[in-house]
């Protein structure tokens, strides 16, 4: 296959090495001074990584371009990953759509620009649009999040799903469009609460990052809400939770905080997470976390009903 990443910056070189590490041919186009010699830095940096995996990116295989429509021009498949701005979109979907061969699948790494706007831009196969959102950093966490518009076909939601199951991620389709589509509204759910925690005072930052590494966090890891509250339930499952513990859980819901990001409380999110890190290796921290979750990764793929990347 050859795929065309365009737009290099931190998530397009995740997946341009993630497409190399699977023996794709990858034209990688950006614009910006200097791109070139960034992303092949950075596929470099990530090789180690992916060799853990057992996979070796090669970087033979990638070619550059300052121009997208270069790279789109005899894709099998585009993921676009520019800025998150409409008019920016508008230009750059406009272009991939005139030069992408007509079955070529337009993906966009979008996490706020829903993809019925995007394909307002693309005047000759709308249908071939859609948003494939992954969580950074792409050629580790297996998360790819679907969205088609509402041209979208169904030809296409079906082959960008073959694609990213081809690359070892865990494709989910989302089946409205929704601002931040599902992984980061969930994640702003518990944002929104650990921000408002703060600004009450009733933990400090390093308080709540030990409450969730050192505990939901660990099962969430594994299970998602819905199966992590039906093992709770015992032999009852999610019905004896939701008889039970439905009630103090809807008084919890009542309580919850609506914080504003006021400069108060922005300053005391940044000093919490300055003192939480205070004297630790930063680099350190970061390869030990890509580390831990690539072995996790590879535990979860062993079990029977944990891992895998069926959709």
Same mark, same amino acid.
């Given at each position: ?25 990858v034209?990688?186009?950006?614009p ?18 992916l ?13 550059f ?16 990953n ?15 759509d005139?030069?992408a061969?007509?079955?070529?699948v337009?993906?966009?790494s979008?996490?706020?620009? $829903? ?15 859609l948003?494939?959102?992954p ?7 297996p998360?790819v999040e ?5 041209? $979208?076909?169904?030809?296409?939601v ?10 070892g991620?865990?494709p ?11 992984a980061?509204?969930?994640q702003a759910?518990l944002?929104?609460e650990?921000y408002?925690?703060v ?11 030990a409450?969730?590494?050192h ?11 819905f199966?992590?509250?039906h ?5 009852g ?8 513990l439905?009630p ?5 819901w ?11 409380l ?19 921290l970061v ?6 979750l690539?072995?996790?990764i590879?535990?979860k793929?062993a079990?029977? $009903?944990?891992?895998? $990347?069926t959709?």
């Amino acid at each position: 296959m050859r795929a065309a990443v365009v737009g290099t910056g931190v998530i397009g070189a995740s997946w341009a090495a993630l497409f190399l590490a699977h023996g794709h041919d990858v034209v990688a186009a950006d614009p910006a001074p200097g791109a070139e010699d960034a992303l092949r830095e950075a596929v470099a940096a990530h090789r180690p990584a992916l060799e853990r995996a057992g996979l070796a990116p090669d970087a033979a295989r990638l070619s550059f371009t300052d121009d997208p429509a270069e790279a789109a021009d005899g894709a099998d498949f585009v993921q676009e990953n520019g800025p998150e701005r409409p008019d920016l979109k508008d230009r750059l979907f406009a272009a991939l759509d005139e030069a992408a061969p007509p079955a070529t699948v337009l993906a966009s790494s979008s996490s706020g620009i $829903t993809p019925s706007r995007i394909q307002r831009a693309c005047a000759r196969h709308p249908e071939r649009v859609l948003v494939g959102h992954p969580f950074n950093p792409p050629h580790l966490i297996p998360l790819v999040e679907v969205v088609p518009g509402a041209a $979208t076909s169904e030809e296409a939601v079906r082959a960008a799903t073959e694609v990213y199951a081809s690359l070892g991620r865990r494709p989910v389709r989302v089946r409205r469009e929704l601002p931040g589509h599902l992984a980061n509204r969930l994640q702003a759910a518990l944002w929104r609460e650990a921000y408002h925690l703060v600004a009450t005072g009733a933990a400090t930052v390093a308080d709540l990052d030990a409450v969730i590494a050192h505990g939901p966090g660990l099962r969430w890891a594994l299970l998602g809400p819905f199966v992590n509250q039906h093992l709770s339930g015992g032999s009852g499952g999610i019905a004896h939770i939701l008889e039970h513990l439905g009630p103090p859980t809807e008084q919890i819901w009542d309580d919850l905080g609506d914080p504003r990001l006021n400069p108060g409380l922005v300053n005391a999110i940044v000093t919490g997470v300055a003192a939480e890190l205070d004297g630790v290796d930063m680099a350190a921290l970061v390869a030990e976390r890509d580390q831990l979750l690539q072995l996790l990764i590879a535990a979860k793929s062993a079990t029977t $009903t944990l891992g895998g $990347t069926t959709p």
